[in-house]
């Protein structure tokens, strides 16, 4: 631990930096440890560290960093190049001249309280509205669930119905099938050829429409001579005897057509 008077001593200083600027033998390591210069060189407004970290508290290195303690307020980091331009950057006035600059910690720490308690009050509000939507977003995915569990069962209801309508269709589209087509025993069973079946399919039915075979030429020809002369023998048995008298009846009797 290092007093607060060895922290005063050194302007512009973070104090998480403090052990590296101690006076041990007089001599002061640049904390990048390119070179060591006299300790009574840190912060004489002349830049030797090739980093600036022996001047924390002037701005005569470019890139020299100056912290803001701000008690009671923020710390903050500076360039070096804020130190000493005659505008107060910090609030309580570390990197001016003393004397320059009001301490206004006190007021930016009362406003920054302020913001701070309304942050929290807003925050507060916040986590009571969240602890409430979480619970009625748990009773609204408890009902959820509870519905898709019912969805889930009439489907599955439906689902049973349908395929026990589809095997009822099946069954009677099946027992229709079997009512119109006979059994393959019955469609076998045809009756067994005779002998006199074959004979009367062969002989034509009387008044039978089916066409008979016709006869030939020579047949037809000898049934018109045979008409032929069974007409003159009738035409010769028909005329009257010669000693017959005009006009006496003629006698047609039986033997007149032997």
């Not at 067994?192 to 016709?214: C, I, K, L, N, R």
Request: one cysteine or more; aromatic letters at 6%; glycine letters at 6%.
């Amino acid at each position: 631990m290092y007093s607060a008077s060895a922290l005063v001593r050194i302007r512009g200083l973070d104090p998480s930096l403090a052990h590296s600027y101690s006076n041990m033998h007089g001599i002061f390591n640049c904390l990048d440890h390119s070179k060591k210069i006299p300790y009574s060189q840190v912060n004489d407004n002349y830049c030797d560290c090739p980093d600036g970290s022996d001047e924390p508290g002037t701005s005569a290195c470019a890139n020299g960093i100056f912290f803001c303690l701000n008690r009671g307020y923020v710390p903050i980091t500076l360039s070096a190049s804020f130190v000493d331009d005659g505008i107060c950057d910090c609030c309580d006035g570390a990197d001016e001249a003393p004397g320059k600059c009001r301490n206004s910690c006190l007021d930016k720490s009362l406003v920054f309280r302020e913001e701070l308690r309304n942050d929290v009050l807003i925050m507060r509000q916040a986590l009571v509205e969240k602890t409430k939507q979480v619970g009625l977003s748990g009773a609204r995915r408890a009902q959820w669930v509870d519905r898709l569990s019912k969805i889930d069962a009439e489907v599955e209801e439906k689902r049973v119905k349908l395929i026990s309508a589809f095997e009822s269709q099946a069954r009677v589209e099946e027992s229709f099938r079997q009512q119109a087509t006979p059994p393959a025993a019955i469609q076998d069973r045809t009756p067994e050829a005779t002998p006199e079946a074959e004979t009367a399919e062969d002989t034509p039915s009387v008044g039978s429409s089916e066409q008979q075979p016709v006869p030939s030429a020579s047949l037809q020809e000898a049934g018109k001579q045979s008409q032929k002369q069974d007409q003159e023998k009738l035409s010769m048995k028909r005329e009257p005897a010669v000693d017959e008298a005009p006009g006496a009846p003629r006698d047609y009797g039986v033997d007149a057509f032997r």
